[in-house]
């Protein structure tokens, strides 16, 4: 019989896991609430304890899995097997969840960050067509990125690569969370779109929907942006072309620095769909010099929530 | 005896070689004019004949080499181990560089491109202290790199990753010869940093010898502006500050994508030194996100012409 594969993608609200053949298929998926109470100290013990009774319930002992994946928010480091600095499971001290997960299950365990393994994910049974050099960014509350070069995820030296939303595309531009300006996470993550859109509401002095509700003081989602520029909002439609600019401007200095067969966009925000990604794809070309142009591909991710699981039970591959 | 590495540095002028210890310290080196004559027909036969000659000069025989590599303008294809497209060669058709050197000395042969080597060499014997991840840029005529990660070089699908001269600085800026708008290369290349200074002399007012040199139709070098910058020139200054925020904004996108250990500035505008390095470092921190911030340094290239040679010698150690 076939070895096993389990993937863990862990989040602040649940952890999902799945059991996967060595080829990607997933064969089983659950999922258990996150408790982060008493500073995250009972998510490693749930873990275990859902994956041994698992186990048991399918009838499968750790001799059959090859090794546990998992993807966690925070500060990994990769080859000790220790988190620290995930906010959202109030994880601040160092957390030795390789060591608490290999003596819990008797499997071995490999750990990555979120991004990295959802860009495992999508380039190993999404979007990447399994390519060996593929970038993918997550458009979400936040902006993230994962890339893989020949065949591998890069880290860099202090496990920083990839780290997209961080790329500058607007010197002088708004603020960012991480202290300095002008990431493209403040134009093109969920709430960044709704920044470029407040801005860009102050200025416009034509016919809007969107205009009127932002006036209104409604609550406006990057979604109802993307909804108002599909019906031809006037104001929306010069949101989308700003946000698309600078997301086609990273994607650029993306292809003419890696040259990657395919950019991935996932997260939230890409349920715009073809919509944003023909947008991307338009800026895109503009920024990138022929040989890149007509090489790197601009993709939707095909995963959706899978991407997580799939990506991280492939880090036990490796 | 130990074996030893074989390293030819091709260019539109001359053809370097050198012969190198596995640990990459050079023990000969030599170097022969290329004949671009009758399309490049000469060189390729000139180099066998370079090598065979040298060998039996220094009594060494094929067996007594690990390989030869060689770093070349034009497109590579590494693993066929062609060229084409190298136009200061005079190489427009496909030129089966591997397959006849091999023929010609019985030594196995590597090829990659000229930035991508001595990328190679600065990170193995130069700035980039044999580290993981190093980045090289080179300020030439052009503005040429080359990107190591994982200790592996970068080529991408259609091998131009690390073609960071064409990274888009400055959306609807200067015209590039690769048709788009904006490249580094376009404000950081020998030429680049005269056509900024062009364009700023038009606009500037005080008193400023660039200004009256450049109104005197005096031909100016990148050495002169950044000589002059030394000097405390007023508009000089101004250039050197709009040429380093570009390099800085470039290196500070190259840092949050794949937070090297090391971003090396080489070639001759990197010449300017330490008032060039500071200059763009202090750029690259204001574009790069804290934990960047403070593990990728911005370092001068150490090995000089000698880059290519190294570099290209440690193809044979893959």
């Given amino acids: 019989m076939d070895k096993k594969l389990l993937g863990i993608d862990l989040g602040g609200t649940t952890a ?9 298929e997933v064969q089983q998926k659950w999922s258990i609430d996150t408790n982060i ?14 994956i ?9 002992k750790p001799e059959q899995f090859i090794g546990i994946g998992m993807g966690t928010p925070g500060s990994v480091d990769s080859e000790k097997g220790t988190v620290i600095g995930a906010y959202n499971l109030n994880w601040t001290t160092l957390q030795p969840v390789k060591e608490l997960i290999e003596k819990g299950t008797g499997i071995s365990f490999y750990i990555d960050n979120d991004a990295n393994v959802a860009a495992l994910g999508e380039r190993w049974k999404g979007a990447g067509d399994n390519e060996p050099d593929v970038v993918f960014m997550t458009l979400g509350t936040g902006v993230g990125g994962g890339i893989v070069m020949n065949g591998q995820l890069l880290h860099g030296v ?17 603020e960012c969370t991480c202290g300095k300006r002008g990431c493209l996470e403040t134009v093109a993550s ?7 859109a407040r801005q860009m509401a102050e200025e416009y002095a034509g016919g809007s929907q969107l205009k009127a509700r932002l006036d209104n003081g409604e609550d406006i989602t990057s979604k109802d942006v993307f ?3 599909k019906e031809k909002d006037d104001l929306a439609l010069m949101v989308v072309d700003r946000v698309t600019f600078f997301l086609g401007l990273a994607c650029g200095n993306l292809g003419n620095t890696l040259n990657p067969s395919t ?3 996932g997260g939230g925000v890409s349920g715009a769909g073809e919509f944003l990604r023909s947008r991307v794809e338009s800026y895109f ?5 022929p040989q890149v142009r007509e090489s790197t591909d601009i993709k939707l991710a095909e995963l959706g929530n899978e991407a997580g699981v799939i990506g991280a039970a492939s880090l036990a591959l490796t």
Same sequence: chains 1, 2.
Avoid at 16 to 24: C, D, N, R, S
Avoid at 52 to 60: F, I, P, V
Avoid at 285 to 289: C, L, R, S, V
């Fill in 16 to 24: 999902k896991f799945a059991i996967l053949t060595p080829e990607g």
């Fill in 37 to 50: 109470l008493d500073a995250g100290s009972h998510i490693v013990p749930d873990i275990v304890e859902s």
């Fill in 52 to 60: 041994n009774h698992h186990l048991e319930l399918y009838a499968m």
């Fill in 158 to 174: 202090a496990g920083c690569a990839g780290e997209i939303g961080h790329v500058t595309v607007d010197p002088g531009g708004f």
């Fill in 190 to 196: 969920a709430t960044g779109v709704v920044r470029v």
């Fill in 227 to 229: 909804d108002l520029a």
């Fill in 263 to 265: 950019i991935i966009i």
């Fill in 285 to 289: 070309k503009e920024f990138t010099f």
